[in-house]
């Protein structure tokens, strides 16, 4: 089993749908990005979450500490969202480096 | 969020040269630096943590000798893929840690090498 599981693993869906992508983990870690990886391959780091919720425009991205799952909402969803997404955490705490483990991402297509 | 820049970001050559990619955090300094390397359909995979002024760590199976990684600032790394081969053809992300920060952590777009 693999310690950083994203569910889907593929998403169709509909311009201007609500999207949920999750995140499940099975490790200690310090931080969670959330990437996103447009077809020509260029990441773009959209949060870095230790605790809580962030919100950065139609983006919300939500971490449960306890329960070691994350959640990536799409609001009103439009097709320039299609993309893959990514999850990663860093492992535990102290000065360890690197340590990112990616999960295998959630590929989203968003029809018009 | 902090911008990482990397060049180029695609790159042709022929079997047997050399290939350079700069990585710069342009709007923080970075002690480390990271190097990701993704074939298709697969996850991002670590090659080398690399760390201003000092050698860098190589993950295991990771030739040093063949990706030769220099960070000579604390906003550049490089890494050089020395006698390419068509197997090296890959796309190669970077990464920076914000100097301070053990979390913050941010990605370059990437580079996509082909070796004919």
């Known amino acids: 089993k693999n310690e950083v599981e994203q569910s889907p693993q593929n998403l169709t869906a509909q311009e201007g749908e609500f999207i949920t992508i999750n995140c499940s983990y099975s490790?200690?870690?310090?931080?969670l990005h959330w990437l996103q990886q447009h077809p020509g391959g260029g990441i773009v780091s959209l949060f870095m979450?230790?605790?809580g919720k962030k919100k950065h425009g139609r983006l919300i991205a939500t971490i449960n500490i306890q329960e070691k799952h994350s959640s990536l909402h799409i609001t009103a969803s439009h097709p320039r969202d299609s993309a893959v997404y990514i999850c990663?955490?860093?492992?535990?705490?102290?000065?360890?480096?690197?340590?990112?483990?990616f999960g295998k991402g959630t590929k989203l297509s968003v029809k018009p | 969020g902090a911008v990482v820049s990397q060049h180029p970001s695609r790159v042709i050559c022929k079997s047997g040269t050399s290939v350079k990619i700069e990585c710069r955090s342009l709007?923080?300094?970075?002690?480390?630096m990271f190097w990701y390397r993704q074939f298709p359909k697969q996850s991002l995979m670590l090659m080398a943590t690399?760390?201003?002024?000092?050698?860098?760590?190589?993950e295991q199976g990771v030739e040093k000798d063949k990706f030769l990684i220099n960070h000579a600032s604390l906003t550049l790394s490089t890494l050089t893929v020395t006698s390419a081969h068509p197997e090296d053809s890959s796309f190669y992300i970077c990464?920076?840690?914000?100097?301070?920060?053990?979390?913050?952590?941010?990605f370059g777009p990437g580079t996509r090498l082909t070796v004919l």
């Open positions: 990464s920076a840690r914000v100097q301070g920060s053990i979390n913050e952590q941010f």
């Open positions: 490790v200690g870690i310090s931080a």
């Open positions: 979450l230790s605790s």
């Open positions: 990663a955490v860093k492992r535990g705490y102290g000065g360890s480096q690197g340590n990112l483990i």
């Open positions: 709007d923080f300094q970075a002690t480390t």
């Open positions: 690399s760390n201003e002024g000092s050698k860098a760590t190589y």
